[in-house]
């Protein structure tokens, strides 16, 4: 049985995870004290008592699912379970490359707090968004986004999974695709509730002021392989790791590719360590005969632990 980590991106977050865990181990209180620590504010009590809306911002929202996050893969890491692999969805990605051992938790969670900032101070509030497009090809996503490029930037963004594509623009751009999609036979598009047009060439400034942030922090080979969404390939060098970083902030998630990457190279028990279910979703629409288990810290996680050995 190949294992593979994946961990989730923005939008998984909520008030009160990795409570239960925080209250029980004294090393996931830890975890979340070293991310207080590192961002010189008390995230921990944001985390666990809101508010939603502050919770929800993306300078927050980043460091908080990272440190959820760092705590359910830790409780598995000290019952012994290793992964042969990993990757994240956007933001997971850098779950992922911790879990990897190349980058250290604590300067990952600066990092992610100031990705945050640049990508929301990329684009002025109210001037762009983002839209899930149901029931549509890839291929036909990006025919209509280029036909609706006539009133202004909209890319695909997301590659989630079959009939399942997120697109980024701006707000004229992304209803004029909207109508082009539904001409096109889309099954349904939905606006998103996100502060700016992620994962598009409108992010670009924020990659380039990732750059400098990045090239303070130490970062290593990772131990295991993981798959990077810029491209659904392996990251295996400090280096590489460093230039997947920058691309994917105004690059598009390579998600479904990313799994089925994974899935072609024999991995075949998933394991979504995070906060929510997002990627155990996305993952039973790419393919139905991949075993997953969900860690999210809810319910009883050494039973969920139990079974995972019992699956390695």
Same mark, same amino acid.
């Given at each position: 049985?190949?294992?593979?980590?994946i961990?989730?991106?923005?939008g998984?977050?909520? #008030?009160?995870?990795?409570?239960?865990?925080?209250?029980?181990?004294?090393? #996931?209180r830890?975890?979340?004290?070293?991310? +207080? &620590?590192?961002?010189g504010?008390?995230?921990?009590e944001?985390?666990?008592e809101?508010?939603?809306d502050?919770?929800?911002k993306?300078?927050?929202?980043?460091p908080?699912?990272?440190?959820?996050?760092?705590?359910?893969?830790?409780?598995?890491?000290k019952a012994?379970i290793?992964?042969? *692999?990993? *990757?994240g969805?956007?933001?997971?990605e850098y779950s992922?490359?911790?879990?990897?051992?190349?980058? +250290?938790?604590?300067?990952? #969670?600066?990092?992610v &707090?100031? &990705?945050?900032q640049?990508?929301?101070?990329a684009v002025p509030?109210?001037?762009?968004?983002?839209?899930?497009?149901l029931g549509l090809?890839?291929?036909?996503?990006?025919?209509g986004c &280029?036909?609706a490029?006539?009133?202004?930037?909209?890319?695909?963004?997301?590659?989630?999974?079959?009939?399942?594509v997120?697109?980024?623009?701006?707000?004229?751009?992304?209803?004029?695709?909207?109508?082009?999609?539904?001409?096109?036979?889309?099954?349904?598009?939905i606006?998103?509730?996100?502060s700016?047009?992620?994962h598009?060439?409108?992010?670009?400034?924020?990659g380039?002021r990732?750059?400098?942030e990045l090239?303070?922090?130490e970062?290593t080979?990772?131990?295991?392989?993981? #798959?990077?969404?810029?491209?659904a +390939?392996?990251?295996?060098?400090?280096?590489?790791v460093r230039?997947a970083?920058i691309?994917?902030?105004s690059?598009?998630?390579?998600?479904?590719?990313s799994?089925?990457?994974?899935?072609?190279?024999?991995y075949?028990?998933?394991?979504?360590?995070g906060?929510?279910?997002?990627?155990t979703?996305?993952?039973?629409k790419?393919n139905?005969?991949s075993?997953?288990?969900?860690?999210?810290?809810?319910?009883e996680?050494e039973?969920?632990?139990?079974?995972?050995k019992? *699956?390695?």
């Amino acid at each position: 049985m190949l294992l593979a980590y994946i961990f989730p991106g923005q939008g998984s977050q909520y #008030v009160g995870m990795g409570k239960s865990l925080f209250d029980k181990y004294d090393f #996931v209180r830890e975890i979340f004290e070293t991310a +207080d &620590r590192a961002l010189g504010f008390a995230l921990t009590e944001l985390i666990f008592e809101g508010p939603a809306d502050e919770l929800q911002k993306t300078i927050n929202a980043q460091p908080a699912i990272l440190t959820a996050s760092i705590a359910m893969h830790e409780l598995i890491k000290k019952a012994g379970i290793r992964p042969a *692999a990993a *990757a994240g969805h956007s933001l997971g990605e850098y779950s992922a490359l911790v879990a990897a051992g190349a980058i +250290d938790f604590g300067d990952a #969670v600066r990092l992610v &707090r100031m &990705r945050g900032q640049f990508m929301q101070e990329a684009v002025p509030l109210g001037h762009g968004g983002m839209m899930a497009v149901l029931g549509l090809t890839p291929e036909q996503v990006e025919e209509g986004c &280029r036909l609706a490029a006539q009133a202004g930037t909209v890319e695909a963004a997301n590659f989630n999974c079959p009939g399942q594509v997120v697109v980024a623009g701006e707000n004229q751009a992304l209803k004029k695709a909207q109508e082009i999609f539904k001409s096109m036979g889309a099954r349904r598009c939905i606006l998103l509730q996100v502060s700016a047009p992620f994962h598009s060439s409108m992010m670009t400034p924020a990659g380039e002021r990732l750059v400098a942030e990045l090239a303070r922090v130490e970062i290593t080979d990772p131990a295991i392989p993981v #798959v990077a969404n810029i491209n659904a +390939d392996y990251v295996t060098t400090a280096q590489q790791v460093r230039d997947a970083l920058i691309r994917q902030v105004s690059g598009p998630v390579m998600w479904e590719q990313s799994i089925r990457r994974l899935i072609a190279d024999g991995y075949n028990m998933f394991v979504e360590v995070g906060p929510g279910q997002v990627l155990t979703g996305l993952l039973k629409k790419i393919n139905k005969q991949s075993q997953f288990i969900n860690f999210n810290g809810e319910g009883e996680p050494e039973q969920i632990i139990a079974r995972l050995k019992e *699956a390695v």
